[in-house]
């Protein structure tokens, strides 16, 4: 192949454009009654089409030999220029690499002069998202008042990130991700040009990793087919020659870890963990993998399917137990990102699954599985319904618990940590957990919506449930320790104190 397959492959007008009618069909119909905009912005993913669009676009409004319904002809001498790219009146430009207000300067000087061949003057900025605050002024200044010769088509994949005044000047149009059977259908009209043959497992890995994104698809394609030509069949891709290009783990690799994690067993799920580093298994790729299997035993048990031949670790899970493992793996994910010690993280995981964390989990909470009981009150009857999987909580192991739920928050947040150390569980009441404070203030900030976040996650983690938190106010406490600030800060770290520049009066200046 003398081009790469994306480019070799990229679509030469509307029509070829895979999934973005909703798009071509407008273009298609302002081009063919001349009713264009001085100013475009494509905005979606990457690999959607936006480039592809607007070079499109602009073989459109400057074709010799216009079709009537709204296509390029593709052989004129324009369409030509553009698609080999030496078009001297379609002008790309990276605001990646050119984001400051003298490129847009620059530009500006050159808009006045006319088109050498066309009609109209295409400026197309790709990831216009990059610009400097006082490059998009100077934008914005030139999108009002544009000469009748020029065509803006901004590009962007951060639509957010745009100052309001320049979207008010463009006509918008959203491209959207693919679906997997329109992926799908693209690489096997690539794969029959090619004269290539691929196995329907391979096939699918290619689609799945390509995650909505058409040229991710062909770029994928194209490192396979590269990398197999040395193959015993260098014409057919199986699935083998796929997952070891793309890094992608054997399946019974994660339904190993998975039933070491949930059967407890430390020692196998850390071989499981080793296995994966000895074979150099993008860690990154494992977690989007076993987060796409875990997805997959969701929908199967929501829809009463029975997959456990292929994934055995899902025997007997319940929903309330695969949504934990897909939190799990969703803060590995986010973790790995931020760490260099990336096999660290999955190590991390096996206490939290571990004999003795839930030994020790058992021994802090009581599963009622009543599924109703019935209370007679005189001659009334009142029933009470609670579903199985409820845990209740019990004041005397949350008391004797509670030290962990405060070690745990530290960490997170040092002045949540500070105020819930001189705080105590007192009673729980239908899963509602009422703690004593001394200070009014100290319930304030304890109740406020991140610290209540906070405190749940953490209170889910180690009791299993969920549970509404209340605070009490200790009216015994002596008025004058309200203005001491040691009583809030005692606890708080020193390094935690200066690294967060904590302001003792404005702190009390609410008490």
């Not at 069949?233 to 796929?242: F, G, L, N, S």
């Not at 500070?418 to 001394?438: D, H, Y």
């Not at 203005?483 to 690294?499: F, H, R, T, Y």
Request: net charge neutral; charged share 30%.
């Amino acid at each position: 192949m003398s081009r790469v397959l994306y480019r070799k492959y990229r679509a030469q007008n509307f029509d070829e454009l895979i999934g973005q009618e909703h798009i071509t069909k407008l273009l298609k119909n302002a081009v063919r009654k001349e009713q264009l905009s001085h100013a475009y912005l494509f905005v979606g993913s990457r690999g959607t089409g936006k480039t592809s669009t607007a070079r499109i676009l602009s073989k459109a409004v400057n074709c010799l030999d216009l079709k009537k319904d709204g296509n390029p002809c593709n052989k004129c001498e324009i369409c030509v220029s553009i698609t080999n790219g030496n078009f001297l009146d379609l002008i790309e430009i990276d605001a990646a690499s050119n984001r400051g207000i003298d490129q847009i300067r620059e530009l500006k000087e050159r808009i006045e002069f006319a088109p050498s061949k066309g009609k109209y003057k295409i400026y197309i900025i790709d990831e216009v998202h990059m610009l400097t605050n006082e490059a998009f002024n100077a934008l914005l200044k030139t999108l009002e008042e544009p000469p009748s010769h020029i065509i803006f088509i901004l590009a962007t994949t951060d639509v957010h990130k745009l100052p309001a005044t320049i979207l008010s000047r463009c006509q918008r149009y959203d491209f959207r991700l693919g679906t997997e059977l329109e992926i799908e259908k693209v690489l096997k009209s690539v794969l029959k040009s090619e004269k290539l043959k691929i196995e329907d497992e391979a096939l699918k890995l290619v689609v799945r990793n390509a995650r909505g994104s058409y040229r991710d698809a062909l770029s994928l394609l194209d490192v396979i087919v590269n990398s197999q030509l040395q193959s015993k069949d260098p014409q057919k891709i199986t699935e083998d020659e796929a997952r070891a290009v793309l890094g992608i783990p054997e399946v019974h690799m994660v339904n190993d870890l998975l039933s070491a994690l949930l059967k407890g067993e430390s020692k196998k799920a850390l071989e499981c963990i080793k296995e994966l580093e000895i074979k150099g298994t993008n860690l990154v790729q494992f977690t989007n993998f076993t987060l796409e299997i875990l997805r997959g035993v969701l929908v199967s048990k929501i829809s009463n399917e029975d997959i456990t031949k292929e994934y055995p670790f899902a025997k007997d899970l319940t929903i309330k137990e695969i949504l934990s493992l897909i939190k799990e793996f969703l803060d590995v994910g986010r973790n790995l990102k931020t760490t260099t010690n990336q096999i660290l993280i999955f190590q991390m995981l096996i206490p939290i699954f571990s004999e003795d964390t839930k030994q020790e989990g058992d021994s802090t909470i009581k599963r009622e599985s009543k599924r109703s009981s019935t209370i007679l009150e005189g001659k009334s009857e009142k029933i009470e319904v609670i579903h199985s999987d409820v845990v209740h909580l019990e004041i005397d192991e949350v008391k004797e618990n509670w030290k962990r739920v405060v070690n745990s928050i530290r960490p997170i947040n040092t002045h949540l940590y500070a105020f819930l150390n001189s705080s105590k569980p007192v009673k729980v009441k239908r899963n509602e957990l009422f703690i004593e404070v001394p200070f009014k203030f100290y319930k304030d900030q304890i109740e406020s919506p991140a610290s209540r976040d906070v405190i749940s996650e953490i209170v889910f983690k180690i009791f299993g449930t969920h549970c509404k938190l209340s605070c009490c106010v200790n009216e015994n406490t002596k008025p004058k320790l309200q203005s001491s600030a040691d009583v809030v800060l005692q606890n708080v770290p020193e390094k935690s104190k200066k690294e967060e520049g904590i302001d003792i009066e404005a702190v009390f200046a609410g008490m």
